[in-house]
């Protein structure tokens, strides 16, 4: 299924947004723990797995693209924002697994509730306006071409 995308001028806004959620939270874990220091790190890290999903990624770069595979497996493909800038690709959705209609008691659920959100900063320069996104069988594909693809020189003898 293809999937729409935006071309955006930044990300910086979605980032420090996300950032300021992080650290809100890794306050109130560091509170508490009582205030005391020497964990900071720990408070951070458990603070961003609590606020959002980091689905796994796997980027490769061809002759003339990146392409950049998530692992979202049981997202509906509607929910996702795919935003990208000439230097960078955010992957956002807002995931509600408790709305689901279900039969039985849960006895254990992992599923996460909140924000997808994943940022990748490209080594080189895309070409927003080629980029494509479809999902399929759980995966995520975002193919970015590069802005400047390398072009093949033949030499021949003389």
């Known amino acids: 299924m293809k999937l729409r995308f935006q071309t955006v001028d930044s990300l910086l806004d979605d980032i420090e947004a996300t950032e300021r959620r992080i650290a809100a939270r890794a306050t109130e874990i560091f509170r508490e723990r009582g ?8 408070d951070w890290l458990r603070a961003e797995r609590e606020t959002i999903w980091r689905p796994a990624i796997e980027v490769r770069r061809t002759t003339d693209a990146f392409v ?26 807002d995931l509600h697994h408790a709305d689901r ?8 659920c992992e599923f996460v509730n909140g924000p997808l959100f994943r940022t990748y900063r490209f080594p080189e320069p895309i070409d927003p306006a080629r980029v494509s996104a479809e999902y399929h069988n759980g995966i995520l ?10 072009t093949k020189v033949e030499i021949r003898a003389a």
């Open 101 to 108: 209609e279900q039969e039985g008691d849960v006895v254990l």
């Open 68 to 93: 950049v595979e998530a692992a979202v497996a049981g997202v509906d493909p509607k929910q996702f924002e795919v935003r990208v800038t000439p230097t960078e690709l955010l992957l956002a959705a």
């Open 141 to 150: 594909r975002v193919t970015a071409p590069l802005a400047h693809p390398a």
């Open 35 to 42: 205030g005391r220091l020497g964990h900071a790190f720990d």
